[in-house]
Protein backbone atom coordinates (compact mmCIF):
# COMPACT_ATOMS: atom_id res chain seq x y z
CA UNK A 1 0.00 0.00 0.00
CA UNK A 2 1.00 3.65 -0.57
CA UNK A 3 2.28 5.81 2.44
CA UNK A 4 2.87 9.23 2.93
CA UNK A 5 5.38 10.14 5.33
CA UNK A 6 5.51 13.99 6.63
CA UNK A 7 7.96 13.41 9.83
CA UNK A 8 7.64 17.00 11.37
CA UNK A 9 4.48 16.92 13.31
CA UNK A 10 5.47 20.24 14.07
CA UNK A 11 7.50 23.40 12.25
CA UNK A 12 8.07 26.62 13.19
CA UNK A 13 10.47 29.30 11.72
CA UNK A 14 10.90 32.97 11.78
CA UNK A 15 8.78 35.31 9.27
CA UNK A 16 11.32 35.91 6.73
CA UNK A 17 13.02 32.76 7.25
CA UNK A 18 12.88 29.64 4.76
CA UNK A 19 10.86 27.04 5.34
CA UNK A 20 10.52 23.69 4.35
CA UNK A 21 7.97 20.92 4.85
CA UNK A 22 9.07 17.28 4.41
CA UNK A 23 7.26 14.47 2.57
CA UNK A 24 8.02 11.18 1.34
CA UNK A 25 6.21 8.58 -0.76
CA UNK A 26 6.59 5.08 -1.02
CA UNK A 27 4.83 4.29 -4.28
CA UNK A 28 7.65 3.79 -6.71
CA UNK A 29 5.67 4.13 -10.02
CA UNK A 30 4.04 7.04 -11.55
CA UNK A 31 2.36 9.22 -8.57
CA UNK A 32 0.62 11.99 -8.55
CA UNK A 33 1.44 14.57 -5.56
CA UNK A 34 -0.13 17.41 -3.93
CA UNK A 35 0.30 19.62 -0.88
CA UNK A 36 -2.87 20.55 0.98
CA UNK A 37 -3.19 23.25 3.10
CA UNK A 38 -6.08 23.91 6.19
CA UNK A 39 -5.78 27.57 7.25
CA UNK A 40 -7.65 28.05 10.69
CA UNK A 41 -11.20 28.29 10.78
CA UNK A 42 -11.20 27.07 6.82
CA UNK A 43 -11.58 23.37 5.34
CA UNK A 44 -9.10 21.95 3.33
CA UNK A 45 -8.71 22.99 0.06
CA UNK A 46 -5.13 22.44 -2.70
CA UNK A 47 -2.09 24.15 -2.99
CA UNK A 48 0.14 22.62 -5.07
CA UNK A 49 0.11 19.17 -7.19
CA UNK A 50 3.24 18.02 -8.73
CA UNK A 51 2.10 17.78 -11.91
CA UNK A 52 1.19 21.75 -12.59
CA UNK A 53 4.97 22.29 -11.59
CA UNK A 54 3.18 26.14 -10.61
CA UNK A 55 4.38 28.29 -7.36
CA UNK A 56 1.47 28.91 -5.37
CA UNK A 57 1.73 31.92 -2.50
CA UNK A 58 5.38 32.02 -3.13
CA UNK A 59 5.11 27.71 -1.91
CA UNK A 60 7.34 24.87 -4.51
CA UNK A 61 7.35 21.35 -4.08
CA UNK A 62 10.01 18.97 -6.51
CA UNK A 63 9.23 15.53 -6.99
CA UNK A 64 12.83 13.86 -6.05
CA UNK A 65 11.94 10.43 -7.75
CA UNK A 66 15.27 9.70 -6.38
CA UNK A 67 14.67 10.30 -3.06
CA UNK A 68 10.67 9.50 -3.41
CA UNK A 69 10.32 13.23 -2.05
CA UNK A 70 8.05 15.92 -2.62
CA UNK A 71 9.19 18.56 0.04
CA UNK A 72 7.27 21.72 0.32
CA UNK A 73 9.93 24.74 0.04
CA UNK A 74 9.11 28.72 0.63
CA UNK A 75 12.08 31.24 0.61
CA UNK A 76 10.86 33.94 2.88
CA UNK A 77 7.81 32.46 5.49
CA UNK A 78 4.89 35.08 5.99
CA UNK A 79 2.78 34.98 9.46
CA UNK A 80 -0.09 34.08 7.17
CA UNK A 81 1.60 31.05 6.46
CA UNK A 82 0.73 29.38 9.30
CA UNK A 83 -1.68 26.20 9.07
CA UNK A 84 -1.81 22.78 8.95
CA UNK A 85 -0.08 21.34 5.59
CA UNK A 86 -0.86 17.62 4.41
CA UNK A 87 1.12 15.96 1.90
CA UNK A 88 -0.34 12.99 -0.30
CA UNK A 89 0.00 10.79 -3.05
CA UNK A 90 -2.01 9.09 -5.51
CA UNK A 91 -1.24 6.27 -7.78
CA UNK A 92 -2.00 7.32 -11.34
CA UNK A 93 -5.10 5.99 -12.59
CA UNK A 94 -5.80 4.73 -8.96
CA UNK A 95 -8.97 6.14 -7.29
CA UNK A 96 -7.45 7.29 -4.02
CA UNK A 97 -5.39 9.53 -2.46
CA UNK A 98 -3.28 8.47 0.54
CA UNK A 99 -2.23 11.47 2.61
CA UNK A 100 0.53 11.93 5.34
CA UNK A 101 0.01 12.65 8.66
CA UNK A 102 -0.11 16.71 8.00
CA UNK A 103 2.45 19.23 9.81
CA UNK A 104 1.77 22.42 11.76
CA UNK A 105 3.45 24.96 10.91
CA UNK A 106 3.75 28.07 12.96
CA UNK A 107 5.36 31.37 11.80
CA UNK A 108 6.60 33.35 14.90
CA UNK A 109 6.81 37.47 14.02
CA UNK B 1 -20.24 29.97 -4.95
CA UNK B 2 -20.73 25.55 -5.83
CA UNK B 3 -19.98 24.05 -2.52
CA UNK B 4 -19.76 21.07 -0.46
CA UNK B 5 -21.42 21.26 2.61
CA UNK B 6 -21.56 18.76 5.53
CA UNK B 7 -24.70 18.49 8.50
CA UNK B 8 -24.66 18.07 11.05
CA UNK B 9 -21.22 20.15 11.62
CA UNK B 10 -20.96 18.61 15.63
CA UNK B 11 -22.72 16.30 17.02
CA UNK B 12 -22.54 14.30 20.35
CA UNK B 13 -24.05 11.12 20.91
CA UNK B 14 -23.77 8.10 23.03
CA UNK B 15 -22.40 4.42 22.39
CA UNK B 16 -24.81 2.15 20.62
CA UNK B 17 -26.51 5.07 18.81
CA UNK B 18 -27.04 4.68 15.11
CA UNK B 19 -25.75 8.14 13.69
CA UNK B 20 -25.74 9.86 10.22
CA UNK B 21 -23.47 12.33 8.59
CA UNK B 22 -25.00 13.83 5.63
CA UNK B 23 -23.03 15.72 2.85
CA UNK B 24 -24.73 17.65 -0.71
CA UNK B 25 -22.86 19.07 -2.85
CA UNK B 26 -23.39 21.97 -5.93
CA UNK B 27 -20.26 21.31 -7.69
CA UNK B 28 -21.66 18.88 -10.70
CA UNK B 29 -18.95 16.46 -9.06
CA UNK B 30 -19.64 12.61 -9.73
CA UNK B 31 -17.30 11.36 -7.24
CA UNK B 32 -17.69 11.89 -3.56
CA UNK B 33 -15.69 10.58 -0.64
CA UNK B 34 -16.00 10.32 3.46
CA UNK B 35 -12.46 11.12 4.99
CA UNK B 36 -11.58 10.73 8.55
CA UNK B 37 -9.00 13.01 10.48
CA UNK B 38 -7.79 11.86 13.62
CA UNK B 39 -4.94 13.35 15.33
CA UNK B 40 -1.51 12.11 14.38
CA UNK B 41 -3.28 9.89 11.95
CA UNK B 42 -3.88 12.05 9.13
CA UNK B 43 -6.90 11.77 6.87
CA UNK B 44 -7.78 8.10 5.89
CA UNK B 45 -10.40 7.14 3.42
CA UNK B 46 -13.73 5.49 4.41
CA UNK B 47 -15.51 5.13 1.48
CA UNK B 48 -15.72 6.73 -1.95
CA UNK B 49 -18.44 7.14 -4.79
CA UNK B 50 -17.67 7.73 -8.42
CA UNK B 51 -21.70 7.77 -9.14
CA UNK B 52 -25.34 6.79 -7.69
CA UNK B 53 -24.48 3.23 -8.35
CA UNK B 54 -21.45 2.63 -7.36
CA UNK B 55 -20.14 2.61 -4.03
CA UNK B 56 -16.29 1.21 -2.79
CA UNK B 57 -14.93 1.21 0.56
CA UNK B 58 -11.72 2.62 1.49
CA UNK B 59 -9.01 1.84 3.73
CA UNK B 60 -11.26 1.95 7.09
CA UNK B 61 -14.55 1.06 6.44
CA UNK B 62 -15.58 -0.94 9.09
CA UNK B 63 -18.49 0.37 11.26
CA UNK B 64 -19.77 2.67 8.72
CA UNK B 65 -21.82 2.40 6.26
CA UNK B 66 -22.81 4.66 3.12
CA UNK B 67 -25.72 6.24 0.74
CA UNK B 68 -25.65 8.17 -2.10
CA UNK B 69 -29.22 9.29 -2.49
CA UNK B 70 -28.20 11.32 -5.81
CA UNK B 71 -25.48 12.96 -7.77
CA UNK B 72 -25.38 15.85 -5.26
CA UNK B 73 -25.58 13.34 -1.84
CA UNK B 74 -23.81 11.01 -0.53
CA UNK B 75 -24.33 9.94 3.66
CA UNK B 76 -22.46 8.18 5.87
CA UNK B 77 -24.05 6.21 8.72
CA UNK B 78 -22.75 4.77 11.74
CA UNK B 79 -25.25 1.75 12.86
CA UNK B 80 -23.94 1.33 16.43
CA UNK B 81 -21.36 4.51 17.37
CA UNK B 82 -18.58 3.88 19.37
CA UNK B 83 -15.88 5.81 21.49
CA UNK B 84 -12.92 5.13 18.75
CA UNK B 85 -15.37 6.69 16.00
CA UNK B 86 -15.00 10.14 17.63
CA UNK B 87 -12.89 12.09 15.35
CA UNK B 88 -13.65 14.78 12.27
CA UNK B 89 -15.33 13.51 9.37
CA UNK B 90 -14.74 15.32 6.02
CA UNK B 91 -16.58 14.78 2.61
CA UNK B 92 -14.99 15.61 -0.70
CA UNK B 93 -15.97 15.62 -4.15
CA UNK B 94 -13.76 15.86 -7.25
CA UNK B 95 -14.29 15.68 -10.90
CA UNK B 96 -10.89 12.97 -12.28
CA UNK B 97 -9.06 10.30 -10.64
CA UNK B 98 -7.28 10.58 -7.67
CA UNK B 99 -7.57 14.23 -8.61
CA UNK B 100 -7.87 17.84 -7.05
CA UNK B 101 -10.14 17.20 -3.94
CA UNK B 102 -12.91 19.71 -2.86
CA UNK B 103 -13.63 19.32 0.62
CA UNK B 104 -16.37 20.16 2.82
CA UNK B 105 -15.95 21.96 6.39
CA UNK B 106 -15.93 18.99 8.19
CA UNK B 107 -18.41 17.01 11.07
CA UNK B 108 -17.14 16.79 14.36
CA UNK B 109 -18.36 13.99 15.87
CA UNK B 110 -18.31 12.54 19.83
CA UNK B 111 -19.10 9.59 21.16
CA UNK B 112 -19.15 9.01 24.96
Known amino acids: AQRVTQPEKLLSVFKGAPVELKCNYS??????LFWYVQYSRQRLQLLLRHISRESIKGFTADLNKGETSFHLKKPFAQEEDSAMYYCASGQTGANNLFFGTGTRLTVIP | DADVTQTPRNRITKTGKRIMLECSQTKGHDRMYWYRQDPGLGLRLIYY???????NKGEISDGYSVSRQAQAKFSLSLESAIPNQTALYFC???????????FGEGSRLTVL
Open chain 2, 92 to 102: ATSVGIAGELF
Open chain 1, 27 to 32: YSGSPE
Open chain 2, 49 to 55: SFDVKDI
